[in-house]
């Protein structure tokens, strides 16, 4: 059972626009949910997260956008850069919880 | 991140052998996870461990076991591997009241 559903699967950007991601979650004991951002051959690596306490949470260009009532979060690229070109993981984790639950992954291309 | 190494970075290995992952980090941090990730099926966690007495399993543990011998090192096994265990495993740590988990590069496992 998915418990945290991510989308798109894949998404092409070009240079300068907005990259946005979506993440659902049903699991309403979730208090924590963090992006992070992987490069090929590398591990993931923590990029921003965020609190239900607020509805959105900027970090220079990404932003990420919390909505308790419908359960979902995203992720918003700004000024998007081809070095932003990456899989990028949304997650949750519970309150007293160690275990984060990871969504699929968006792999993000920014064309030149 | 340097501070969490993995060894082997890539193993090909025959169905039936035993084979083991191993994981070091100079990060201090008690808590060490173990997850295994597959194309479209992001991140899913294995065995997490909250310090050398402490084991836990995660999502999917089945044909894997896991040895903590010292607060440093956290070591996944595969006592029979199968093809369906080729993936990515990563280790990650993360310590104190900080969520962050900070992930090694990574082994690339192949079972012929």
């Known amino acids: 059972q998915q418990q945290v559903k991510q989308s798109p699967q894949s998404l092409i950007v070009q240079k300068g626009g907005i990259s946005i991601i979506n993440c659902a979650y049903e699991n309403t004991a979730f208090d924590y949910f963090p992006w992070y951002q992987q490069f090929p051959g590398k591990g993931p690596a923590l990029l921003i997260a965020i609190r239900p306490d607020v509805s959105e949470k900027k970090e220079g260009r990404f932003t990420i956008s919390f909505n308790k009532s419908a359960k979902q979060f995203s992720l918003h690229i700004m000024d998007s850069q081809p070095g932003d070109s990456a899989t990028y993981f949304c997650?949750?984790?519970?309150?007293?919880?160690?275990?984060?639950?990871f969504g699929k992954g968006t792999k993000l291309t920014v064309n030149p | 991140d340097a501070d969490v190494t993995q060894t082997p970075r890539n193993r090909i290995t025959k169905t039936g052998k035993r084979i083991m992952l191993e994981c070091s980090q100079t990060?201090?941090?008690?808590?060490m996870y173990w997850y295994r990730q597959d194309p479209g099926l992001g991140l899913r966690l294995i065995y997490y461990s909250f310090d050398v007495k402490d084991i836990n399993k995660g999502e999917i543990s089945d044909g894997y076991s896991v040895s903590r011998q010292a607060q440093a090192k956290f070591s996944l096994s595969l006592e029979s591997a199968i093809p369906n265990q080729t993936a990515l495993y990563f280790c990650?740590?993360?310590?104190?009241?900080?969520?962050?988990?900070?992930f090694g590069p990574g082994t690339r496992l192949t079972v012929l």
């Open positions: 990650a740590t993360s310590g104190g009241s900080v969520d962050t988990q900070y």
């Open positions: 990060k201090g941090h008690d808590r």
């Open positions: 997650a949750a984790r519970g309150y007293g919880s160690e275990k984060l639950v």
